[in-house]
């Protein structure tokens, strides 16, 4: 009993530490400005911008270290990555809810970003601190948590529709910069250039982003027990099979986001080999998509959302995946993949609007938990399509060994090795599956029940915090059977 009391203040002690450390002042907030939608959109751009820069260096890299087995080896990493994300994420998310968000976006990005400087430095190593960082790859789970704390019922889906189309926005112009830099000036410039605009990253997080949740929201004593329980990825996904919204909105995830993340994974060397598209065709591919993406994420969302309402617009975005998906695996001509590409923008309305139907769902106080879980989720795809979609290229021969020794920012067209694919009635069979795996999901989203009374919902918010008091106080046995989200189908 001794040691244990010891551990125990011990603990305490480090608590104290940290509230000293990351909250100074009793928690008053520290940045420019009211917390907004704007601080999480530039934190999010810089980020991926950041790594859209490394598009080319890092396949070449890839193929350098792994001359062998390349796209083997990058599901791996990616997979490993994924499998770390998947089992951090709800405990992040359930951290930010009492420590608040500006912490954990500091610690997020900052682990996100470690492995860049890492890639001329040594391969091994920049491979291996991508595995993992996968524990802090979660930055989207705090970002879409702090949106929720700053914004309204009403406006979450718009707001989540502008932080996902920042992520498009991110991707549209630094793959051709990071391509035509590495080009002229070598690849190295590209790394560094990469990571000056992580380090700008994180100093716009210390310096400029305030903290966004409420200190009403927090725990009285920060040496109240955190649930751990809701941490625990895999109880978590024993509590989300109690709650029937959560548990179809889990599924619906994981069947369209499964692959999606294939997809990410390999489609730029797939548009270079059997596709026959040259670099310069494949920067201009991504930035076409991405501007599109940022019309469909912020304009047509807004529209869908009022029009058609929130359950239909996640339905319409699964069948636009789906379509392009099955497009994209019997495209056999480069038009095809051009005009696959613009259903795949319209596609992208399906995320942030999953993510603004759990959020209107969700307690205010449970934010940072159910986008953890999502955000979980989607990092266990992260992991699990890579591997898929080079296994099933494996299985149909299409190989992806595309030679990367000249540059690949080079203007001459290089030749390319074609193998059976030619000969395969079906292209890219992957994106097939993933077209099937839509499919289902589309399916499991037609039972997800549409929110529809927010009146009742405020009422009975307002009945359980008046009945059990702060969310963060030690939960009795009756309440763990509480589901995360509330049923409105009830």
């Known amino acids: ?114 492995p860049i400087p890492l890639m001329k430095i040594s391969p091994w190593w920049y491979f291996a601190v991508i595995s993992v960082s996968g524990v802090f790859a979660v930055t989207f789970s705090v970002v879409f948590a702090y949106v929720a704390d700053i914004t309204q019922e009403h406006e979450r889906s718009m707001a989540y529709g502008l932080v996902s189309a920042t992520f498009a926005a991110s991707l549209v112009t630094s793959p051709a910069i990071g391509a035509y830099l590495g080009g002229i000036y070598g690849d190295n410039l590209v790394v560094i250039l990469a990571t000056a605009i992580a380090l700008l990253d994180i100093c716009f997080i210390l310096v400029a982003v305030p903290e966004s949740l409420p200190e009403k929201m927090r725990p009285s004593s920060w040496e109240a027990p955190i649930s751990w329980e809701q941490a625990d990825p895999f109880a978590s996904l024993k509590k989300v099979g109690q709650d029937s919204t959560v548990l179809l909105i889990c599924i619906t995830v994981f069947l369209s986001y499964l692959p999606e993340a294939g997809q990410y994974s390999s489609f730029f060397l797939y548009l270079r080999q059997v596709m026959r598209f040259s670099a310069e065709n494949v920067t201009v591919f991504i930035a076409v998509l991405g501007i599109l993406s940022i019309i469909a994420q912020t304009a047509v969302l807004s529209l869908l959302m009022r029009s058609i309402g929130n359950k239909n617009t996640i339905l319409l975005g699964l069948v636009f995946q789906m379509l392009q998906l099955a497009w994209y695996g019997f495209g056999s001509e480069p038009w095809m993949m051009w005009a696959a590409g613009a259903v795949a923008a319209m596609s992208s309305i399906t995320f942030p609007a999953v993510s603004a139907l759990v959020s209107r769902n969700a307690e205010s106080d449970q934010q940072g938990v159910v986008q953890g879980m999502v955000t979980g989720i989607r990092g266990l795809c992260n992991g699990l399509g890579p591997a898929l979609y080079g296994f099933i290229f494996y299985i149909f021969h299409v190989e992806l060994n595309e030679s990367l020794e000249n540059d690949i920012g080079s203007s001459d067209h290089k030749k390319t090795e074609i193998n059976s694919q030619q000969n395969t009635i079906i292209p890219g069979p992957p994106f097939l599956f993933g077209a099937c795996s839509v499919l289902l999901a589309l399916l499991v989203a037609f039972f997800i029940p549409e929110y529809r009374n927010m009146s009742a919902r405020s009422s009975s918010w307002k009945k359980h915090a008046g009945s059990h008091g702060h969310a963060h106080n030690p939960q009795l046995p009756s309440e763990a059977k509480e589901p995360l989200l509330q049923d409105t189908s009830v």
Not at 53 to 62: K, N, Q
Not at 72 to 98: E, H, R, W, Y
């Open 1 to 114: 009993m001794m040691p244990g009391k010891k551990q125990k203040q011990r603990l305490h002690r480090s608590i104290k530490l940290a509230k000293k450390i990351i909250i100074k002042d009793g928690g008053t907030p520290q940045g420019i400005g009211a917390p907004s939608i704007y601080h999480a959109v530039i934190v999010i751009f810089l980020e991926f911008f950041a790594w859209g820069l490394l598009t080319a260096p890092t396949l070449v890299v890839l193929h350098e270290t792994f001359p062998k087995h390349t796209f083997l080896m990058n599901g791996l990493i990616q997979g490993v990555k994924g499998l770390l994300s998947f089992l951090s994420a709800p405990l992040i998310g359930a951290l930010s809810d009492v420590w608040g968000r500006k912490s954990f976006l500091l610690l997020t990005v900052f682990f996100t970003c470690a």
